[in-house]
């Protein structure tokens, strides 16, 4: 398997955004990690080996990058208005610094697969709703979509713009048009640490009130919040998207593909 280390530099975050690169074409798909982890972490806990069928047969190119949690949403020792500020800056690092070395690898015009587990799966929905221009999928596994929990009562303009779970329910018209051509799923199983199975419910209903593609996956009651069940459901998706077409180095998601994969997924 293809794998490179790279440092991609950031104006917004004042230092450069360490990369792990694995594969050497396909959809392009960016992983955030869990909370407050770093860009090798899903290397480490075995995600690259257990969807490498898809990296070696040219199917994905992943990227695995750092979160900016520890500045932002968690950083403790700072005030709520600048958590907020910060991980506003994640976001615009993200789409001005990362995603530009994406597509230059032979990906223009492609739309970009989100993924990521626990708070990694926050960071996906995010991304996904606010960027649909960049991101035409993504992959949330056993996320919480309220960022509140974090702040302590606080909330600003800044935390709305980042909070998923609220902004859903007041999309605008042109957002919402954008997002018929993306598809976002959005699973949690229902066994041991699986807190925010609620928040992912609800998410679902706001979305699919604004005829937003969408498709929540609840998992059995034996489903754990861990890295088992994130490899097993990972795979099933991919493969999903493999059956459909999607898997593909300038591949962007249509309405008519995102509409005819949610009405047909559990035949594809």
Request: glycine residues 8%; contains cysteine.
């Amino acid at each position: 398997m293809k794998r490179e280390y790279r440092t991609i530099p950031s104006k917004t975050l004042g230092y450069a955004m360490e990369t792990l690169v694995f594969g050497h074409s396909g959809k392009p798909m960016l992983v955030f990690p869990s909370q407050e982890g770093r860009f090798f972490d899903y290397e480490n806990f075995g995600m690259p080996e257990t969807i490498s069928r898809f990296i070696d047969e040219g199917k994905i190119q992943l990227y695995c990058i750092d979160s900016l949690d520890k500045e932002s949403w968690f950083n403790k020792d700072a005030s709520p208005e600048y958590r907020a500020k910060r991980a506003l800056d994640y976001e615009k690092a993200v789409c001005e610094d990362i995603v530009p070395q994406i597509l230059a690898d032979g990906h223009e015009g492609a739309g970009i697969i989100a993924h990521g587990c626990s708070f990694g799966a926050f960071h996906t929905a995010n991304f996904v709703l606010k960027y649909p221009e960049i991101f035409d999928s993504g992959i949330a596994l056993s996320g919480c979509y309220d960022i509140s929990f974090t702040l302590d009562g606080f909330y600003n303009e800044d935390v709305e713009a980042g909070n998923p779970l609220s902004y859903s329910d007041h999309i605008s018209s042109d957002k919402i048009e954008k997002l018929r051509n993306d598809l976002l799923i959005i699973c949690s199983g229902q066994g041991a640490w699986e807190d925010w199975t609620g928040e992912a419910i609800q998410l679902t209903k706001n979305l699919k009130m604004a005829g937003v593609p969408v498709f929540l996956d609840l998992w059995g009651y034996d489903v754990e919040h861990d890295w088992p069940w994130w490899k097993k459901q990972i795979v099933y998706f991919l493969e999903k998207f493999e059956r459909s077409g999607f898997l593909q180095s300038n591949h962007r998601m249509n309405a008519d593909e995102s509409q005819y994969f949610l009405q047909n997924f559990y035949d594809v």
